[in-house]
């Protein structure tokens, strides 16, 4: 039986710091939306990992409770980088 490799119909041009598989490159992103999908990737990560640990997952519980702090950190040298406009 021959299975094809289909290609993603977007393809990435350069580094995206919170991409994830197969979805659409954002260029040039505002420090401010950098720094609401950097927040957005830790909550996803701390609600994996409490997920895999109520499924008696451990191990995976484990990666992605360190994991979220780091894209935290991340948004706070992105914060402490760049001066954000007030909202008004």
């Known amino acids: ?9 977007v393809e990435p041009i350069g580094p995206d710091p919170v991409a994830t598989p197969y979805a659409p490159v954002v260029h040039d992103l505002t ?4 720094h609401a999908r950097l927040l957005l990737n830790a909550a ?3 609600l994996r990992g409490l997920e895999r640990k109520r499924a008696d997952r451990p191990e995976d ?8 702090p780091v894209a935290v950190k991340k948004a706070c040298a992105l914060r402490e980088n760049r001066s954000f406009i ?3």
């Open 31 to 34: 420090p401010r939306a950098l």
């Open 61 to 68: 519980a484990d990666y992605w409770l360190h994991a979220a």
């Open 1 to 9: 039986m021959f299975i094809a490799i289909t290609q993603p119909a």
């Open 86 to 88: 007030p909202l008004p």
């Open 44 to 46: 996803q990560r701390r």
